[in-house]
């Protein structure tokens, strides 16, 4: 199904008509996330949940979910149930990315969602991703941005390239294996990460840019979302603590998002742990999502990296508008 057509179906529904809650949870390779809410024009969220349950931990190496991460995420699931069945959410859809492709015990893991909430996990095209991806991020914004717009997406897993319109949504789109858990278990072994290490993973970065079908030069505007780029927001901003609030929307000059980086990559980790805004989730594998996200600026034109805290997850829920 070509982009844009999957991009009509996901948006679905008649804005503005108010209708019963729905559920929508984004697995991913570090975290899973759960709203719920009215999936009307403005998304009105009754609940956003975060856990951090690692789901990808050894993932690349040993090429399936560990016991302990399908506890941590078998636990949060647990309570995602309980808040669905209180807000009496009863059109629930689980999308599930890169971790449960890439396992070979992902049997395992579909059969506890199932048992959890009564769904089949879905592990959804790259097409579809995409849109839903690009339909969270761009769908709120309020100031109309330079079109095409480039919307940055950093998982624990992979990273996806989205380029399209608002109006008209994704034209291209391609998904690198290359995410903040990956390439931090793959090269930053150190703490902090050696020289040589920082090279390595950089070079990594680099390769998989040079392959990758969407060109961030031609990027009007670019776009980030998910939690390394909201994190590196907070640490931007110079907040105290993370606020959803002040980094939504906010304009990054792309030199201080650099600098902000490289102060990151050379902290050990307990340093990283003293940061008020940055969730200790986060802390070990900051380092390779903040040099993927600098890698892609460093390609583009722009001269300010737009945050949105809207991302797939919002995509999932607007999906089910018509459902």
């Known amino acids: 199904m070509a982009l844009r057509a999957v991009r009509a179906a996901a948006r679905g529904g008649r804005p503005g008509v108010s209708r019963a809650p729905v559920a929508a ?35 690349d190496r040993t090429g399936r979910i560990a016991d302990e991460a399908l506890a941590r995420a078998f636990a949060a699931l647990d309570e995602y149930a309980a808040l669905i069945r209180a807000h009496g959410a009863r059109r629930v859809r689980f999308v599930a990315t890169s971790a449960t492709r890439d396992a070979s015990n992902a049997e395992a893991f579909t059969a506890g969602v199932r048992e959890r909430l009564g769904v089949e996990p879905e592990v959804v095209s790259g097409a579809e991703e995409a849109a839903l991806a690009f339909d969270g991020a761009v769908r709120h914004l309020r100031e109309q941005p330079a079109e095409p717009v480039l919307v940055v997406d950093i998982g624990g897993g992979s990273t996806e390239l989205i380029l399209g319109g608002v109006r008209t949504g994704p034209a291209a789109a391609h998904s690198m294996d290359i995410g903040s858990v990956r390439l931090h278990e ?61 980094t939504d929307q906010a304009a990054l000059p792309v030199e201080v998002v650099h600098a902000l980086v490289d102060r990151l990559v050379a902290m050990p980790v ?45 995509g999932i829920a607007w999906s089910l508008a018509g459902a």
């Open 186 to 246: 793959r090269h930053l072994r150190s703490d902090p990460p050696t020289p040589d290490e920082v090279a390595a993973c950089l070079a990594d970065i680099d390769a998989h840019l040079d392959a990758c079908p969407v060109d961030p030069s031609a990027a009007g505007t670019v776009v980030g979302v998910a939690g390394t780029v909201t994190t590196l927001a907070a640490g931007a901003l110079r907040l105290s603590a993370y606020d959803r609030e002040a």
């Open 270 to 314: 307990a340093d990283r742990l003293a940061l008020g805004y940055l969730h200790p989730g986060r802390a070990d594998v900051i380092d390779a999502g903040g040099l993927i996200l600098s890698r892609v600026l460093r390609r583009s034109p722009v001269a300010a990296l737009v945050v949105s805290e809207s991302d797939i997850l919002d």
């Open 25 to 59: 949870i984004d697995c991913g390779t570090n975290t899973i996330k759960l709203l719920i809410g009215d999936p009307g024009e403005n998304l009105e969220a009754a609940v956003r949940e975060m856990r951090m349950v690692r789901l990808g931990q050894d993932l």
